[in-house]
């Protein structure tokens, strides 16, 4: 069972509108929380990383939060535009093995159209 | 802009072929790991390797093998190919520093006839 879901699996706004993505887990005990951009054909680039004790986390246009209590996550895209367009992939990692073991959702796929 | 390089990006071979997927970065990271993902799937871990001579696998069972023998290259090898190896590999780097991200490439999407 995967321990890290997303919602929505895909999305679709309009170039200037605003949208939130959200990220459930269940991974524990919890070290960090990912979420990382792949563009089509591409590999995944990181976005943003918080810890436990980060609430919020900004980058440019792309804020996440994170509610380590509900173990809820989400990432607000603001004022998108066409290259937002891409899938976002919210990744958990547990630290109670050293490799720090990554859980992966199966990202939101976002559309952003002219 | 992360410096891993994966070769090659496409792939269309047939049935019992030999297989080497190249990766290669050059930021000197101790860690590396090979993915494999399918459309609208979560990337699964198959192999991992803490640095030279270390090779592990990963959660998904994988008919791959792959090799360490210096720092900066970590080939995936399939000794004969099926069309059930088709797939997205990708392969990510990451130093020892806790929380750091790890780096991806930009995959290799596999073909096999």
């Known amino acids: 069972k995967n321990q890290v879901e997303q919602s929505p699996q895909s999305l679709i706004i309009l170039e200037g509108k605003n949208c939130t993505l959200q990220c459930n887990y269940t991974v524990s005990p919890f070290s960090n929380l990912r979420w990382y951009k792949q563009d089509t054909g591409r590999g995944p680039v990181s976005l943003t990383i918080?810890?436990?004790?980060?609430n919020t986390k900004s980058n440019g246009r792309y804020t996440a939060t994170l509610d380590a209590d509900t173990k809820q996550s989400s990432l607000h895209i603001t004022a998108s535009q066409l290259s937002d367009s891409a899938s976002y992939i919210c990744v958990v990692i547990d630290r109670g093995s050293t490799l720090g073991r990554l859980y992966f959702g199966r990202g939101t796929q976002l559309t952003v159209w002219p | 802009e992360a410096d891993i390089y994966q070769t090659p990006r496409y792939l269309v071979i047939g049935t019992g072929k030999k297989i080497t997927l190249e990766c290669s970065q050059t930021?000197?990271?101790?860690?590396m790991y090979w993915y494999q993902q399918d459309p609208g799937m979560e990337l699964h871990l198959i192999h991992y390797s803490y640095g030279v001579n270390s090779t592990e696998k990963g959660d998904l069972s994988s008919e791959s093998t792959v090799s360490r023998i210096r720092t900066e290259h970590f080939p995936l090898t399939l000794e004969s190919a099926r069309p059930s190896h088709t797939s997205q590999y990708l392969c990510?780097?990451?130093?020892?520093?806790?929380?750091?991200?790890?780096?991806f490439g930009d995959g290799t999407r596999l073909s096999i006839l």
């Open positions: 990510a780097s990451s130093d020892d520093r806790e929380g750091q991200p790890q780096h």
């Open positions: 918080m810890t436990f004790s980060e």
């Open positions: 930021m000197g990271h101790d860690k």
